[in-house]
């Protein structure tokens, strides 16, 4: 096995992995010292499921210095799925018309919960198999492949860089949308009370403060900022809904179904906002009590539900005010000149920027602990080190940004999970529900597939659209 598998998932405040993969603690009284009673009491039940049963139990001995609890963890899970698609689904259900997309919207966001469902459930049976606390997502497919047939076997060495490769693209790709869509709700309120100034030199002038908020290193540091941005976003939805309200909804002239040839635009628009498995496993991982993530009313499914309603309901609604005027996000429809939309905007940009390095999290997670942390792990300087990487990531995203203020989000994560829940339990796929499960990830596989030569294509339009433009 790859020695990727070693790597640590987080880190603590001197620089070092909150996680390990082999038992970390003797006895619950350590946990006592560190986390509270809360954490103890689930210690001691998994302790004594433990014993009873004889079973290794991976939450019985993972080692984190700050553990989240189900509520910070339901407000990173929510905050890190309401960033900027959700403002571009009244365009959504333009091309997809508003039947259309209220039924595949719920049926993508379905599909996202799922596959989010298999990559935990696949990382909690490895690691019960292995006696390993917790995996990376990396270090999850890298496994699963191994416990799988011979042809995937092979494939094992691969899976943490091809994972590692797409979720850096994916999660970096955030960072450049979420930058652009920060200055040019700065410019467009700006505009109204100053001169005017390239939306490129109001990215310049934010670039400091997304480097200084991605040098917070924790979750649970985090969490305060979660809280601020979820309701200052509600606060602004509800400024949102008031403009809708007042520019007439109606179904009259919308269209029940849009152009099959703008299809593309709306399940590029819609998949790659919904889709947030990149930081799923990190949330559960750093959470006090991890068995609560999951389940019929666990923090996902209450998140997820949470997420697909707002969208649903923000596509329908802006769709159903503006029709065929709809921009490319709700905040463009609103009256320029007027103090609550300005409002908006600024709120918006705020809590967009309070997300940001949740969606980097992942990214420097990857670069750092997977790559570079191990050169400097005896140096004196390795925290000066991580801040350099840091500071590296932020830029790469201005960069971007900045060159192509149009790039958009073309990354499928969708195949992975199908991939690896069948390796992980390819000798127990048997029968008829065993052909089943087989047949669902083989769909699973192709929807992915379909996602990225869609993203693609909508991606590469707007930016062709965009250069052509200008």
Request: net charge negative; hydrophobic share 45%; charged share 15%.
């Amino acid at each position: 096995m790859s020695g990727h598998i070693d790597n640590p998932a987080f880190i603590n405040d001197d620089g070092k992995s909150n996680h390990s993969f082999t038992p970390a603690l003797n006895s619950t009284e350590d946990l006592c010292q560190k986390d509270g009673k809360n954490y103890v009491v689930e210690m001691k039940d998994l302790k004594k499921a433990e014993e009873a049963n004889g079973e290794y139990e991976p939450y019985l001995h993972r080692d984190v210095e700050h553990p989240t609890t189900n509520a910070e963890t339901l407000l990173h899970l929510v905050k890190g799925s309401l960033g900027t698609g959700i403002l571009s689904m009244p365009l959504a259900f333009y091309h997809s018309g508003y039947i259309v997309g209220i039924i595949c919207t719920i049926v993508i966001g379905s599909i996202c919960t799922h596959c989010m469902h298999l990559i935990i459930k696949a990382e909690y049976e490895l690691c019960k198999r292995k006696k390993f606390p917790s995996l990376t997502y990396p270090a999850t497919a890298e496994m699963a492949l191994l416990e799988g047939p011979p042809f995937l076997q092979k494939l094992a060495p691969y899976a943490v860089h091809v994972v590692n490769t797409f979720l850096l693209i994916y999660q970096m790709g955030a960072g450049c949308v979420y930058t652009v869509f920060i200055a040019e709700n700065i410019e467009h309120v700006a505009d109204e009370y100053t001169e005017h100034l390239d939306v490129k030199i109001w990215m310049l002038i934010i670039l400091l403060p997304l480097i200084l908020i991605n040098y917070i290193r924790n979750l649970k540091f985090l969490a305060p900022f979660s809280t601020v941005a979820n309701f200052v976003t509600i606060a602004s939805f509800g400024i949102i809904l008031y403009y809708l309200i007042k520019a007439d909804i109606t179904f009259e002239g919308r269209n029940v179904a849009g152009n099959i040839a703008d299809f593309p635009l709306y399940f590029g628009t819609v998949l790659f906002a919904l889709e947030a498995i990149g930081v799923i496993m990190p949330l559960e991982n750093e959470m006090k009590t991890p068995k609560a993530f999951k389940g019929g009313c666990g923090v996902l499914n209450i998140g997820m539900i949470t997420i697909v309603t707002l969208y649903v309901g923000m596509g329908l609604l802006g769709f159903l005010a503006y029709g065929s005027d709809v921009k490319d996000t709700i905040t463009i429809n609103l009256e320029q000149d007027e103090i609550l939309a300005q409002v908006a905007k600024i709120m918006l940009a705020i809590a967009i920027y309070i997300t940001h390095p949740l969606q980097l999290y992942v990214a420097i997670d990857i670069m750092w602990n997977e790559y570079l942390a191990a050169k400097f792990e005896t140096s004196r300087y390795q925290l000066f080190f991580e801040y350099v990487v840091r500071t590296s990531i932020v830029l790469i995203t201005f960069a971007l940004a900045v060159a192509i203020p149009k790039l958009d989000l073309f990354i499928s994560l969708f195949a992975f999970p199908a991939i690896i829940e069948t390796s992980t339990f390819w000798y127990s796929l048997t029968g008829v529900r065993g052909k089943i499960i087989l047949f669902k990830n083989c769909c699973l596989v192709i929807f992915g597939a379909l996602g990225l030569v869609v993203g693609t294509y909508t991606s590469l339009s707007k930016i062709v659209e965009y250069f052509n433009e200008g």
